[in-house]
Protein backbone atom coordinates (compact mmCIF):
# COMPACT_ATOMS: atom_id res chain seq x y z
CA UNK A 1 0.00 0.00 0.00
CA UNK A 2 1.13 3.45 -0.73
CA UNK A 3 -0.91 4.61 1.94
CA UNK A 4 -1.78 8.57 1.90
CA UNK A 5 -0.31 10.49 -0.82
CA UNK A 6 -0.29 13.92 -1.69
CA UNK A 7 0.89 16.51 -4.94
CA UNK A 8 2.39 18.50 -5.39
CA UNK A 9 5.02 18.43 -2.81
CA UNK A 10 6.18 22.14 -3.15
CA UNK A 11 4.10 25.27 -4.94
CA UNK A 12 4.59 28.71 -5.25
CA UNK A 13 1.07 30.83 -6.27
CA UNK A 14 0.37 34.46 -6.93
CA UNK A 15 -2.25 36.33 -5.40
CA UNK A 16 -5.02 35.08 -6.98
CA UNK A 17 -4.12 32.14 -8.82
CA UNK A 18 -6.31 28.71 -7.79
CA UNK A 19 -4.93 25.75 -8.00
CA UNK A 20 -6.30 21.85 -6.74
CA UNK A 21 -3.97 19.91 -3.95
CA UNK A 22 -4.47 15.89 -4.65
CA UNK A 23 -4.81 13.65 -1.91
CA UNK A 24 -5.37 9.87 -2.34
CA UNK A 25 -5.25 7.18 -0.28
CA UNK A 26 -5.48 3.46 -1.03
CA UNK A 27 -6.34 1.73 2.52
CA UNK A 28 -10.33 2.13 1.79
CA UNK A 29 -10.93 4.59 4.54
CA UNK A 30 -14.02 6.63 5.08
CA UNK A 31 -12.54 9.33 6.33
CA UNK A 32 -10.44 11.66 5.32
CA UNK A 33 -9.11 15.95 6.46
CA UNK A 34 -7.19 18.55 5.16
CA UNK A 35 -5.13 19.96 7.86
CA UNK A 36 -3.13 23.51 7.50
CA UNK A 37 0.18 24.02 9.86
CA UNK A 38 1.39 27.12 10.69
CA UNK A 39 4.17 27.84 13.20
CA UNK A 40 3.24 27.85 17.19
CA UNK A 41 -0.36 26.73 15.98
CA UNK A 42 -0.18 23.22 15.54
CA UNK A 43 -2.76 21.89 12.64
CA UNK A 44 -6.03 23.36 12.26
CA UNK A 45 -8.65 21.34 10.65
CA UNK A 46 -10.47 22.78 7.05
CA UNK A 47 -12.61 20.33 5.81
CA UNK A 48 -13.59 16.27 6.27
CA UNK A 49 -15.54 14.09 4.70
CA UNK A 50 -16.73 10.90 6.26
CA UNK A 51 -17.60 9.41 3.22
CA UNK A 52 -17.88 9.37 -0.76
CA UNK A 53 -20.59 12.45 -1.81
CA UNK A 54 -20.21 13.57 1.55
CA UNK A 55 -17.83 16.54 3.57
CA UNK A 56 -18.46 19.41 6.05
CA UNK A 57 -16.34 22.18 7.45
CA UNK A 58 -13.97 22.20 9.75
CA UNK A 59 -12.09 25.06 11.85
CA UNK A 60 -10.74 27.21 9.07
CA UNK A 61 -12.53 26.49 5.73
CA UNK A 62 -12.90 30.00 4.29
CA UNK A 63 -11.25 30.43 0.84
CA UNK A 64 -10.99 26.41 0.39
CA UNK A 65 -13.41 23.73 -1.63
CA UNK A 66 -13.31 19.98 -1.43
CA UNK A 67 -15.31 17.32 -3.19
CA UNK A 68 -15.37 13.46 -2.56
CA UNK A 69 -16.44 12.07 -5.46
CA UNK A 70 -14.58 8.63 -4.59
CA UNK A 71 -13.42 7.37 -1.26
CA UNK A 72 -9.86 7.27 -3.11
CA UNK A 73 -9.48 10.60 -3.66
CA UNK A 74 -9.83 14.32 -1.43
CA UNK A 75 -8.86 16.70 -3.23
CA UNK A 76 -8.52 20.69 -2.08
CA UNK A 77 -9.23 23.79 -4.12
CA UNK A 78 -7.59 27.03 -3.35
CA UNK A 79 -10.38 29.74 -4.98
CA UNK A 80 -8.17 32.58 -5.20
CA UNK A 81 -4.89 32.17 -3.67
CA UNK A 82 -4.07 35.00 -0.54
CA UNK A 83 -0.54 34.99 1.29
CA UNK A 84 -2.47 34.44 4.22
CA UNK A 85 -2.63 31.13 3.02
CA UNK A 86 1.07 30.29 2.99
CA UNK A 87 1.23 27.07 4.90
CA UNK A 88 2.07 23.17 5.14
CA UNK A 89 -1.21 21.24 3.88
CA UNK A 90 -1.71 17.85 5.72
CA UNK A 91 -3.69 15.58 3.76
CA UNK A 92 -5.11 12.75 6.30
CA UNK A 93 -7.25 9.40 6.03
CA UNK A 94 -8.58 6.97 9.22
CA UNK A 95 -11.48 4.68 9.43
CA UNK A 96 -12.90 6.99 12.15
CA UNK A 97 -11.26 9.14 14.49
CA UNK A 98 -13.49 8.38 17.64
CA UNK A 99 -12.33 4.65 17.15
CA UNK A 100 -8.88 3.21 18.23
CA UNK A 101 -7.81 3.37 15.02
CA UNK A 102 -4.51 5.30 13.45
CA UNK A 103 -4.78 8.22 11.68
CA UNK A 104 -2.39 8.53 8.24
CA UNK A 105 -1.21 11.49 7.33
CA UNK A 106 0.48 12.52 4.03
CA UNK A 107 3.96 13.82 3.09
CA UNK A 108 2.88 17.40 2.90
CA UNK A 109 2.34 20.09 0.53
CA UNK A 110 4.54 23.29 1.04
CA UNK A 111 2.56 26.38 -0.50
CA UNK A 112 4.12 29.77 -0.87
CA UNK A 113 2.00 32.56 -2.02
CA UNK A 114 3.61 36.20 -2.89
CA UNK B 1 -15.41 26.40 20.05
CA UNK B 2 -13.18 23.59 22.19
CA UNK B 3 -9.79 24.16 22.83
CA UNK B 4 -7.10 22.32 23.26
CA UNK B 5 -3.43 23.76 24.90
CA UNK B 6 -0.55 22.39 24.91
CA UNK B 7 2.80 22.99 27.09
CA UNK B 8 5.60 23.37 27.54
CA UNK B 9 5.88 24.98 23.53
CA UNK B 10 9.33 24.24 24.07
CA UNK B 11 11.62 22.06 25.95
CA UNK B 12 15.75 21.74 25.62
CA UNK B 13 16.97 18.37 27.53
CA UNK B 14 20.36 17.20 28.09
CA UNK B 15 20.20 13.28 26.41
CA UNK B 16 19.12 10.98 29.65
CA UNK B 17 17.00 13.40 31.47
CA UNK B 18 13.19 12.94 31.17
CA UNK B 19 10.62 15.13 29.19
CA UNK B 20 6.86 15.19 29.53
CA UNK B 21 4.47 17.52 27.47
CA UNK B 22 0.95 18.05 29.08
CA UNK B 23 -2.85 18.74 27.32
CA UNK B 24 -5.71 20.08 28.44
CA UNK B 25 -9.18 21.20 26.94
CA UNK B 26 -11.76 23.40 27.86
CA UNK B 27 -14.19 20.46 27.17
CA UNK B 28 -14.67 16.65 28.27
CA UNK B 29 -12.93 14.79 25.75
CA UNK B 30 -14.20 11.33 23.97
CA UNK B 31 -10.70 10.38 23.27
CA UNK B 32 -7.31 11.79 22.95
CA UNK B 33 -4.74 11.02 20.33
CA UNK B 34 -1.22 12.00 20.57
CA UNK B 35 1.52 12.30 17.34
CA UNK B 36 5.25 12.82 16.60
CA UNK B 37 6.37 14.97 13.83
CA UNK B 38 10.25 14.79 12.97
CA UNK B 39 11.65 18.32 11.76
CA UNK B 40 10.32 18.68 7.86
CA UNK B 41 8.22 15.75 8.12
CA UNK B 42 4.47 14.61 8.54
CA UNK B 43 2.76 14.10 11.87
CA UNK B 44 2.87 9.95 12.53
CA UNK B 45 0.46 8.26 15.26
CA UNK B 46 1.93 7.30 18.18
CA UNK B 47 -1.63 6.01 20.61
CA UNK B 48 -4.71 6.35 21.46
CA UNK B 49 -6.38 6.78 24.54
CA UNK B 50 -10.10 6.34 25.58
CA UNK B 51 -10.97 5.39 28.73
CA UNK B 52 -10.98 7.68 31.87
CA UNK B 53 -7.47 7.60 34.33
CA UNK B 54 -6.07 5.01 31.17
CA UNK B 55 -2.55 4.81 31.37
CA UNK B 56 -0.79 3.19 28.02
CA UNK B 57 3.46 2.51 27.72
CA UNK B 58 5.28 2.07 24.35
CA UNK B 59 8.88 1.62 25.80
CA UNK B 60 10.16 4.47 27.30
CA UNK B 61 6.66 6.34 26.36
CA UNK B 62 4.20 7.05 29.00
CA UNK B 63 0.64 8.53 28.26
CA UNK B 64 -1.54 9.33 30.63
CA UNK B 65 -5.50 10.16 30.40
CA UNK B 66 -6.95 11.99 32.95
CA UNK B 67 -10.23 10.90 35.24
CA UNK B 68 -12.23 14.21 33.67
CA UNK B 69 -11.54 13.22 30.76
CA UNK B 70 -10.16 16.87 29.72
CA UNK B 71 -6.39 16.12 30.34
CA UNK B 72 -3.56 14.02 29.28
CA UNK B 73 0.27 13.70 29.30
CA UNK B 74 2.83 12.04 27.31
CA UNK B 75 6.54 11.31 29.82
CA UNK B 76 9.31 10.01 27.96
CA UNK B 77 11.77 8.39 30.74
CA UNK B 78 15.67 8.99 29.94
CA UNK B 79 15.48 11.06 26.12
CA UNK B 80 17.68 9.76 23.21
CA UNK B 81 18.46 12.08 20.52
CA UNK B 82 16.15 10.47 18.50
CA UNK B 83 13.44 11.27 20.45
CA UNK B 84 14.00 14.82 18.98
CA UNK B 85 10.40 16.32 16.59
CA UNK B 86 7.42 18.45 17.95
CA UNK B 87 4.64 15.51 19.93
CA UNK B 88 0.81 16.86 19.17
CA UNK B 89 -1.99 15.81 21.00
CA UNK B 90 -5.62 15.86 19.38
CA UNK B 91 -8.91 15.84 21.45
CA UNK B 92 -11.66 14.10 19.71
CA UNK B 93 -15.19 15.21 20.81
CA UNK B 94 -18.57 12.95 20.23
CA UNK B 95 -18.22 13.15 16.48
CA UNK B 96 -16.17 13.02 13.39
CA UNK B 97 -13.50 16.32 14.51
CA UNK B 98 -10.28 15.71 16.01
CA UNK B 99 -8.69 19.80 17.60
CA UNK B 100 -4.97 19.66 17.83
CA UNK B 101 -3.18 21.25 20.43
CA UNK B 102 -0.47 23.53 19.23
CA UNK B 103 2.28 20.93 20.12
CA UNK B 104 5.69 21.07 22.34
CA UNK B 105 9.24 20.87 20.51
CA UNK B 106 11.59 18.71 21.98
CA UNK B 107 15.25 19.29 21.14
CA UNK B 108 17.72 16.76 22.77
CA UNK B 109 21.34 17.48 23.54
CA UNK B 110 23.86 15.34 23.66
Known amino acids: NAGVTQTPKFQVLKTGQSMTLQCAQD?????MSWYRQDPGMGLRLIHY???????DQGEVPNGYNVSRSTTEDFPLRLLSAAPSQTSVYFC?????????????FGPGTRLLVL | GQQVMQIPQYQHVQEGEDFTTYCNSSTTLSNIQWYKQRPGGHPVFLIQ?????EVKKQKRLTFQFGEAKKNSSLHITATQTTDVGTYFC??????????FGAGTILRVKS
Open chain 2, 90 to 99: AGGRYGNKLV
Open chain 2, 49 to 53: LVKSG
Open chain 1, 49 to 55: SVGAGIT
Open chain 1, 27 to 31: MNHEY
Open chain 1, 92 to 104: ASTITPTRAETQY
